[in-house]
């Protein structure tokens, strides 16, 4: 392996993830709104159609729903399309193919194909985009058996688990934070993978755990920084894939820290949140909980235009830091 | 007999005894009556308790399963509908593996998982039946992009129903098929109604067909009862997407027998319209009828070919019967591939 | 069938234990007889093995004081799924059969009445250690939010317990309590070191030892000369070992107490027992406390032999891996501070013995001979005397014949 390491922002990490996959497999070609001579709404495909042309890299007409069933169409039949989606939000146009077909149309023929199509969303809020186009609709689709659901955090992981779904039989949805895209990190050149369904401890710790998602990822670590001043040493675990969630790593950290603390974006109620806490709460880290387990999600409202109001819509580093101080009372 | 078939004039015979040769016109009335013998068994079974769920059936509509898919080679595709057993049996499905499926036994093509509306046959280019209204058109466009791209000559036909033409799915497909000029046939089994909607009440067009121009496409409608006049259309349009010029519609004007599920009072329609159907439009009586008057086949070949369809379906049904249920253990299979 | 895998007794005494480490982890293959946990007893940890062959589930949480006899840890067969076995119940396996959510039950414990008192808060974590520790959540003060008990707070109950002596014949006085102790020093002038089982029995037995037994002190000058010489002679032509001071100390005593055997002795409420061997336990400071590791019919051995086998015996105290009946038990005992320049000192019996022999530092110090004084290397030794067993005048030649062979050691040799 290719032990170059340099620093590309998260959009050019994944950029660079097609274009490895898109030279070595003539199985894989993108496909979606603008994708081609516009290079992507978020600058992520970039000059790929240039290298590879508008057969490998298709502009496709404002058909979400038509172009999600070419997807799953294309993928039965021996090909691996990457379809961009604008937004998340316009998952919502394509949930019948999505939900339907492409999720369970290996379950449903008894095993007889298998759906191995990589889609791509851009998510969340913070560019004023407002309540139609901020949406983070993970948890939706992690309800959904027959998918993987995964939400890289750092370039690093953009490349390596876009390159995993790639390897992937089953339909791999990717929710790629808006505001992560000029994030710059350390990025290997050539093929490497990040495994799908492994979460990462960022910060290894004693006295709680924070399970955060995306770009809640890097605001649990600045809380954590400011908490380590203040003498609680938090461990911070980047959960990057919820379906299927790697339970293990978070039991064992909790176990360990005996608090628990759920960061993430989309809205509280009903989110990941929940059920990780579901998780704990039914497995052997349940008797090891020496404070009640807390979740800090997005609030329950559309996201709203004002930027204040947007701000306060979704977790912030303040808010996480008092969340871990509340947990932390009557500690030790 | 032969000698003064070949005197008469060429328009004054049907497509199909022109260009097919008597073994494969024998197929095709064997087929029919294949598909129409499975779906009474399976009506029956399921009257019996036999079969869960509810099924949707295409007796009367066999001529236009078998004509369209004529024309077609083994590893061309189709994707299908809730009404699809005809399909699934005209591109050449077994109809043991099938009953197994709808019994639910792992024995059946989808293992016992999919049931009636999602039975396929992948190995012969059956992607599948589906429990969506237009569910498989975008599909379709999907495989018949990957043969484009693939380059291995292979067509997909698109089956949907008179309702899914009013689907969003439906516009779109047609859409993205015609810019790319994709190699599949979007095949609109019209038999008058989308469950109780009659298409006079539902569709802006009078003919479903009528609809290819505003996709740039060449768009025919066909007496789908009619089994030599689908496969004419068929051949031309399958021709036409191999040669690599795009993708056709075509509308094959059709009835079903049946109510539209199990369920069905049918109160949207009335007795006289079924029986007129059943006695004047009944697509293998009329297809007997043309076999008789070419000298293809006489009373007592049709009859020993219905004599061995019951054995066939005999056999099935014992098949299903005695094929083993999956075991609650192995509920997760199939959700995602099991990797090594 | 899971097998439960038990604390085990294995100190006489012993109401407690505490699992210091695991060797094997949740889930892990085991066959029987492979070392599954080390307990940490009075002195030395102490390994304890598998009873079945399996997997083991649910091993109890390390660091916590467990009742003997309680479940630990399970040993389920290869793909047997674990749930409670409540000890009278039969254990119901689990029939649905969608995703495995392994819920680790608490293993079942015969501990008596109300340990979830109703209304009572208290986290999983408090509960669960409780429990374990046999203790009633109803008894323990909660400091946590909305007065909820959290683990700080069993874990100061549990050491609360620990610190007072197991059912004691004679009533023992109570020191103060933790709290009005603490509060003689202001918030933040100390740092809190934990106690671990060795520091708590320490506590304990001592505690005891000094209020029930009655102690009388006899002290010695020993003049060390002659056996310094003789030790410098033998060590010169020596190989294989080299005698310290203590060695001949303890061959010394040994010899003295089979002299004089009534003072070799243990009392009990219903007779005296007049030890046949003389086995002396010597202290050795190890980490965080001491031990005295035994050694054994002291009187008939050799220096050489009682050389090595201390130098082995203090080697394994120190590294904690002393077997149980190399420190338990023993008729006497002898602690030697003399190489901290202690000029003398008066140690506490340990219990069952009769005598404890306190050494101190040989000093130059000069003696009167024959009125000239003359320069001499001396040193004092104490030994502290359980009074219902040896009187005064056993206690004293006893004494006597110790100091004799100390100043003639030759007489050591034969």
Not at chain 1, 85 to 92: E, G, I, R, V, Y
Not at chain 2, 163 to 178: I, Q
Request: proline share 5%; glycine share 8%; with cysteine.
């Amino acid at each position: 392996m290719d032990a170059a390491v340099r620093e590309l922002s998260y959009s050019q990490a994944i950029q660079e993830a097609m274009a490895i996959a898109l030279e070595s497999d003539p199985r894989v070609f993108l496909m979606g709104e603008d994708i081609g001579v516009y290079g992507g709404a978020f600058q992520v495909t970039g000059d790929l159609v240039e290298r590879f042309g508008t057969d490998r890299v298709i502009d496709m007409p404002i058909s979400e729903l038509g172009g999600a069933g070419v997807a799953v169409g294309a993928a039965v039949t021996g090909m691996r399309p990457i379809f961009e989606f604008q937004f998340s939000d316009f998952a919502t146009l394509a949930l019948e193919q999505i939900v339907n077909q492409a999720a369970k149309m290996r379950f449903m023929l008894g095993g007889e194909v298998s759906v191995p199509l990589v889609m791509r969303f851009p998510a969340g809020s913070g560019t004023g985009a407002a309540a139609q186009h901020s949406q983070s609709l993970e948890a939706w689709l992690a309800h959904v058996p027959g998918l993987k659901v995964i939400q890289p955090a750092t370039p690093h992981d953009a490349k390596g688990m876009l390159l995993a779904a790639l390897q992937d039989p089953d339909p791999v949805m990717i929710f790629e934070h808006k505001l992560l895209y000029k994030m710059k990190g350390e990025v290997p050149a050539g093929h490497y993978t990040v495994p799908i369904g492994k979460a990462e401890i960022r910060k290894a710790g004693k006295d709680a755990t924070i399970v955060a998602t995306s770009i809640m990822v890097h605001k649990a670590l600045d809380a954590a920084a400011q908490l380590m001043a203040e003498g609680i040493d938090v461990e911070v675990i980047d959960l990057r894939t919820i379906r299927p969630i790697d339970r293990e790593t978070v039991i064992e950290s909790v176990k360990k820290t005996t608090r628990l603390l759920c960061v993430y974006e989309a809205v509280k109620t009903l989110g990941i949140g929940a059920e990780i806490s579901a998780m704990i709460a039914e497995s052997e880290a349940f008797d090891y909980l020496d404070a009640p387990i807390m979740r800090l999600g997005g609030s329950e409202s559309p996201i709203p235009y004002n930027p204040e109001l947007e701000k306060a819509a979704v977790p912030q580093v303040p808010d996480i830091v008092a969340g871990i101080r509340k947990l932390a009372e009557g500690r030790r | 007999m032969v000698q003064t078939m070949k005197k008469a004039a060429a328009e004054n015979v049907p497509y199909a005894f022109r260009n097919y040769s008597p073994e494969q016109l024998r197929e095709v009335l064997h087929k029919m009556h294949l598909i129409r013998r499975f779906e009474e068994g399976a009506e029956d079974a399921y009257t019996r308790g036999l079969i869960h769920g509810t099924m949707h059936l295409s007796i009367g509509q066999e001529a236009s399963a078998m004509g369209i898919c004529m024309p077609l080679k083994p590893d061309d595709q189709i994707t299908s509908t809730h009404r699809g057993h005809g399909h699934c049996i005209a591109k050449g499905a077994q109809v043991d593996r099938m009953f197994a499926e709808f019994f639910g036994k792992t024995t059946g093509y989808c293992k016992g998982r999919g049931g009636s509306m999602h039975i396929a046959d992948v190995s012969a280019g059956n992607l599948g039946a589906n429990g969506i209204v237009a569910g498989g058109i975008p599909i379709a466009v999907g495989a018949a992009l990957s043969a484009k791209m693939q380059k291995n000559g292979k067509v997909v036909i698109c089956f949907f129903g008179d309702g899914a033409n009013n689907e969003g799915a439906f516009h779109e497909s047609l859409n993205m098929a015609s810019i790319w000029k994709l190699p599949v046939v979007f095949v609109c089994e019209n038999n008058g109604y989308g469950m109780s909607t009659s298409t006079a009440r539902s569709t802006a067009v009078a003919n479903i067909a009528d609809r290819a121009v505003a996709y740039s496409m060449p768009g025919v409608t066909v007496f789908g009862n009619d089994f030599s006049a689908v496969a004419e259309a068929s051949t031309e349009a399958v021709d036409r997407a191999r040669r690599g010029e795009g993708p056709s519609l075509i509308e094959t004007k059709t009835y079903r027998h049946r109510g539209h599920s199990k369920s069905d009072r049918n109160r949207y329609r009335t007795k006289e319209e079924i029986e007129e159907w059943k006695a004047l439009r009944d697509p293998i009586s009329l297809f007997e009828t043309e076999l008789k008057q070419f000298g293809i086949m006489d009373d007592a070949a049709i009859a020993k070919v219905r004599e061995t369809v019951e054995a066939e379906i005999a056999a099935g049904i014992a098949f299903a019967k005695d094929s083993p249920m999956p075991s609650t253990a192995d509920v997760l299979n199939f959700v995602y591939t099991e990797q090594q | 069938m899971a097998t439960e895998v038990i604390l085990p007794k294995v100190d006489m005494d012993m109401a407690t234990g505490r699992i210091s480490r695991w060797l094997v982890a949740e889930g892990a293959a085991v066959k029987q007889g492979d070392p599954l946990f080390e307990i940490e007893t009075d002195k030395a940890a102490m390994e304890i093995e598998a009873p079945a062959s399996g997997v083991l589930r649910n091993p109890a949480a390390q660091g916590s004081d467990i009742p003997v006899g309680n479940a630990v840890a399970w040993i389920v067969a290869e793909g047997e799924s674990f749930t409670t076995a409540p000890a009278a119940v039969a254990a119901t396996t689990p029939t649905q059969k969608v995703e495995a959510i392994e819920v680790a039950q608490p293993a079942a414990l015969p501990v008596a009445a109300n340990l979830n008192g109703s209304g009572l808060r208290a986290t999983p974590l408090a509960r669960r250690m409780a429990r374990l520790a046999g203790l009633d959540l109803a008894r323990i003060n909660g400091t946590g939010p909305h007065g909820r008990i959290v683990r700080a707070d069993v874990e100061d109950a549990v050491a609360v317990r620990a610190a007072q002596p197991a059912a004691a014949a004679a009533p023992v006085p109570q020191g103060a309590s933790e709290a009005s102790v603490r509060k003689l020093f202001a918030e933040g002038s100390y740092r809190e070191v934990a106690h671990d089982k060795m520091r708590l029995t320490i506590a304990r037995r001592l505690v005891e030892a000094k209020s029930t037994v009655p102690h009388f002190y006899l002290s010695a000058d020993c003049r060390l000369d002659e056996l310094l010489a003789l030790r410098t002679d033998i060590n010169a032509g020596a190989t294989t070992y080299k005698l310290s001071i203590n060695d001949m100390i303890i061959k010394a005593w040994a010899l003295a107490l089979r002299d004089v055997p009534m003072a070799n002795a243990t009392w009990t409420d219903g007779t005296m027992l007049i030890h046949n061997s003389v086995d002396i336990g010597v202290a050795v400071s190890i980490d965080g406390g001491l031990i005295t590791p035994i050694v054994r019919n002291a009187e008939t051995k050799p220096l050489s032999a009682i050389s090595s086998e201390m130098k082995d015996l203090a080697a394994r105290a120190k590294a904690k891996k002393l077997k149980n009946d190399e420190y338990q038990g023993g008729t006497t005992a002898i602690s030697n501070l003399g190489m901290f320049g202690v000029k003398d000192f008066a140690a506490i019996i340990n219990p069952p013995h009769a005598t404890i022999l306190a050494v101190g530092a040989g000093e130059q110090r000069g003696a009167w001979e024959n009125g000239v004084f003359v320069p001499a290397t001396l040193m004092t030794v104490t030994l502290s005397v359980d009074h219902r067993a040896v009187d005064g005048a056993l206690g004293a030649q006893a004494l006597q014949a110790f100091k004799g062979y100390i100043e003639k050691p030759l007489s050591m040799l034969v």
